[in-house]
């Protein structure tokens, strides 16, 4: 099997990645807190862990993937939890958001053609096990009960293990950052956190426990979820950048807290997507939502654009860099992905009969430079540069520059059977333009607009709702409204 490396966020190096189980890797991916529409940032991340679990069954791996879903514990800069202040904004049940905002994922995600995961576990399905895991912590010595409330002692803790080794922090500089809580006085220490918290008299989401009704820290279920279905000790846990400290900081603690090993081999961090050179911000008016992109409806485009041009110009970068979304950016990567997608058609069409050529050898040099790349650390960048070399190939061969008799057919099989393996399998991008690859997402985009009408219509935002219907009839696509659900059809 082909050597893969792997910038380690834990060691701060790229590693040659060793399986625990040769042949076999449990990854585990942490995925979304659903109180709201998943961020255009998320987005990216989810795409990028997709290439790299594409890239892995490439490889011949046998992947275990899960990824979670959160929809308990995740707590507000004010100390709610997030699902709750959600249902009380809504007013919804906690579990009616946590659906409504699943199900737009899981549309958001096939519109982009990512794969699903193995597994999806779901906080709330697996309070057990965290309960359990709490216990564990408290019989080895790592946590304390106050006032019904469970902390995780950090000091008990770096007397005998390292804390604060992922992010480079040290505790004395959590005294500053660690966040204020209004709980925080049953802490013995500014940088403890709370494992399990006791629920208010009209807090919406709580269970029994040991220690009081309450609701586990948001910490606490990655490390009972990748530890029931991974085991105590697996190979790759990944997320976003901002989830290093202390989500996954806090983590490593708890394993080794609960049974004194290290969860994942190998953490690996995807980085933030910035817009026109800033950061995403709702209080500066600098931000964009995946549909937004897809229908043109913001300020900040000239335009919409289609789900796999987005991909595209995502993969552009490497899923370690930061990324500045652009309208220029976009119309750019919508150039070269068309070009991409002419070009594969062209080459799907030529034919040649030599038995050798004297371009084998440039083409077979880009092909191997393309599993160089992605091997290491997954360099979707460079592998976009390497398949642009092809394509000035492919072009020179139907324009006649070239002569198709300088390939051989060996060649001219391997370059086909390669490209299509890396532009559709690994980088999972599809033909989306015009008739013949629209059906890939008019389902997803219309489950999308159709899920905003119904909610417009909820809240009687009835303008709203009559101009989505009225651009679908323009479009010469009929919304039909019956008792149980809303159909649509093409005319």
Not at 444 to 471: C, Q, V
Request: overall charge negative.
């Amino acid at each position: 099997m082909r050597d893969l490396f792997v910038y380690n966020s834990l060691s701060r190096e790229k590693e040659k990645f060793q399986p625990i189980n040769p042949g076999f890797i449990g990854m585990y991916v942490c995925g979304p807190t659903v109180y709201s529409d998943v961020h255009i940032g998320n987005v990216r991340t989810f795409m990028s862990f997709d290439m790299m679990y594409r890239y892995l069954l490439h490889l011949g791996y046998s992947v275990r993937y899960i990824r979670n879903i959160t929809d308990v514990g995740h707590l507000t800069d004010d100390g709610e939890d997030r699902m709750s202040k959600g249902a009380k904004k809504d007013k919804l049940e906690p579990m009616e958001v946590a659906h409504k905002y699943t199900v737009g994922f899981h549309d958001m995600m096939r519109i982009f053609n990512t794969h699903s995961p193995d597994i999806e576990p779901r906080a709330t399905g697996h309070i057990i096990e965290q309960i359990e895991m709490v216990q564990e912590i408290l019989d080895n010595g790592f946590a304390y009960e106050s006032n019904g409330s469970v902390y995780f002692d950090v000091a008990a803790f770096m007397k005998e293990h390292k804390y604060g080794e992922l992010s480079g922090r040290v505790v004395e500089d959590l005294l500053v950052e660690t966040r204020e809580l209004k709980n925080q006085s049953e802490k013995r220490h500014p940088s403890d956190f709370a494992i399990w918290m006791k629920a208010s008299d009209d807090h919406l989401m709580k269970w029994n426990s040991p220690w009081s009704v309450g609701f586990p820290g948001w910490h606490l279920e990655c490390s009972a979820m990748s530890t029931k279905y991974l085991g105590k000790n697996f190979d790759i846990h990944g997320g976003g950048n901002d989830l290093k400290f202390p989500h996954h900081e806090n983590e490593i603690a708890q394993n080794v807290g609960a049974c004194k090993c290290s969860p994942a081999n190998y953490w690996i961090h995807t980085n933030m997507l910035l817009m026109n050179g800033k950061k995403m911000s709702k209080s500066d008016n600098n931000t964009i939502t995946p549909t937004e992109l897809l229908t043109g409806n913001s300020p900040h485009i000239t335009k919409g654009y289609d789900a796999m041009v987005i991909k595209f110009f995502m993969l552009q970068a490497h899923y370690s860099s930061t990324m500045d979304l652009t309208n220029d950016g976009l119309l750019a990567a919508e150039k070269g992905y068309k070009k991409l997608m002419d070009a594969i058609k062209i080459m799907d069409g030529l034919t040649s009969n030599s038995s050798a050529g004297d371009l084998d050898d440039d083409i077979n040099k880009v092909l191997v430079a393309m599993d160089d790349n992605m091997s290491d650390d997954f360099n979707s960048p460079k592998v976009i540069a390497n398949l642009f070399e092809l394509v000035a190939k492919i072009n020179g061969l139907k324009g006649g520059q070239l002569d198709i008799e300088n390939v051989s057919t060996t060649c001219l099989e391997e370059m086909k059977s390669k490209v299509h393996s890396y532009v559709f399998d690994i980088l999972g991008l599809e033909d989306g333009r015009g008739a013949d690859g629209v059906g890939n997402h008019l389902d997803g985009l219309m489950s999308l607009i159709l899920e905003i009408r119904a909610d417009s219509r909820i809240k009687k935002d009835w303008d709203t709702s009559d101009k989505i219907r009225d651009t679908l009839k323009e479009l010469e696509i009929t919304v039909k409204d019956g008792k149980d659900d809303t159909t649509w059809s093409i005319n």
